[in-house]
């Protein structure tokens, strides 16, 4: 498929909601949210498997993180943080690279909640924008599976239906609109289970990687 064309561009101020790529690892994901250990420091927190290595390997502290794409003239970050069980990481921003919090296509943020079953969510990914969804389960190892809302149309028999989530959304934050909390981190998709969404509880990603998110 095409990326969506906005969430690929470069962006200066950095922004939050677009594309991110360790060209070492060169598969692009979404950049999803800032954070900080210090309140000085800036990172950068998406999917281990974005920022770190495909399929767990292991990656070397410090290998550069691009936005969008170009290691020469888009180098932003360093990646320093990881967890491969939990598929979540986060790069230490350069000096001198200033960022944007806010998320594109989204307003400002609140703080972080815990994912509820039920909970209808947005979300602003590189691959398919802003899109809506359905937490349907979350489960003890802070998984959350999210499917299509009530009454949207499925793919069906060949025939196409609304695609709330592809690759590339790897690293969005899923947010309940009503309260603008981000609930959980988007880590792909569930082909066995009929293209349901899945993440990890983003509270949980948090603490994980010792970080407080910056809204």
Partial sequence: MAFTRNYTLRYRPLRAGVQVMNPIVGQPGTLGCFATGDGA???????????CRLHRSVFAPGEPICQPFDPAADAVAKV???DSALDCAAALVDNGVVIEPRIVG?????????????????????????TEGLIVDVKPDDTVVIDLRTNYP????????????????SGALWVDPETLSPVAMHTGDLPAAGGLGCGVSFPTVLARLGLQFIQ
């Fill in 41 to 51: 420091d800036r990172w950068i927190v998406s999917c281990y498997h974005v920022l």
């Fill in 80 to 82: 320093m943080l990881g």
């Fill in 106 to 130: 989204m307003p400002r943020l609140a703080e972080p909640a815990a994912p509820m079953v039920g909970m209808e969510v947005i979300k602003s990914g590189m691959a398919t924008g802003v």
């Fill in 154 to 169: 499925r793919f069906t028999g060949g025939t196409a239906g609304y695609e709330f989530c592809a690759a590339g959304d």
